[in-house]
């Protein structure tokens, strides 16, 4: 009579194959992190956008502390943007009207392509479309910012302070230009 197989509990713990795929699992999140990482720090926004929260705590601290003692203080809102420079405009125009325009053509390419699945499909001519017009008025709008820049109406200023249209302002580095840009205004209940 055969005797029964005991099971070696070093050898036979049947995670030979789990652990190098948890391994392997581990070093590619890790590698995808270490690379998110040094894309967020080859865009400056990210570095912006901190200091932006930095001071708009500062000033929130300093406007609720001078608020108790009596005072108004009033200073630069960081949150608003600021034009671009003309050349900025200019070349983005370039490039969204030539995305509109290979989108358009990519569209139209599907629809007459004989050898392709989408042939004579009426969706390929309006994405194309579509695509274009989108990609084209945002040119237009860019080449308008571009030629009319900071002479524009008053809308024109709200849209750029407040979308991607503008850049982000970075608040002053030294404590003595964001003290500097800070103001009182007048004290409470007391006549001047």
């Known amino acids: 009579m055969p005797e029964a197989r005991r099971t070696d509990p070093v050898r036979d713990d049947e995670l030979g194959v789990f652990v190098p795929a948890l391994m392997g699992v581990g070093v590619i999140v890790s590698g995808v992190l270490v690379l998110a990482d040094w894309v967020t720090h080859l865009l400056p926004n990210g570095r912006v956008r901190r200091r932006q929260r930095l001071a708009t705590g500062a000033k929130g601290l300093v406007v609720s502390v001078a608020g108790a003692a009596g005072v108004d203080v009033v200073g630069p809102d960081y949150e608003i943007r600021e034009w671009r420079p003309r050349l900025v405009y200019l070349g983005a125009t370039v490039v969204f009207a030539a995305v509109g325009g290979g989108a358009l053509a990519a569209g139209l390419i599907a ?43 008053r809308a024109a200023h709200v849209l750029v302070e407040t979308t991607w249209f503008g850049r982000l302002k970075p608040p002053p580095d030294a404590p003595g230009e964001f003290a500097r840009s800070l103001r009182v205004v007048k004290p409470k209940g007391k006549k001047r």
């Open 111 to 153: 629809y007459n392509d004989e050898a392709g699945l989408l042939y004579r499909n009426p969706w390929m001519v309006g994405l194309g479309v579509g695509a274009a017009a989108v990609f084209g008025l945002l040119a237009l709008q860019l080449l308008f910012f571009g030629i009319v820049h900071r002479r524009s109406f």
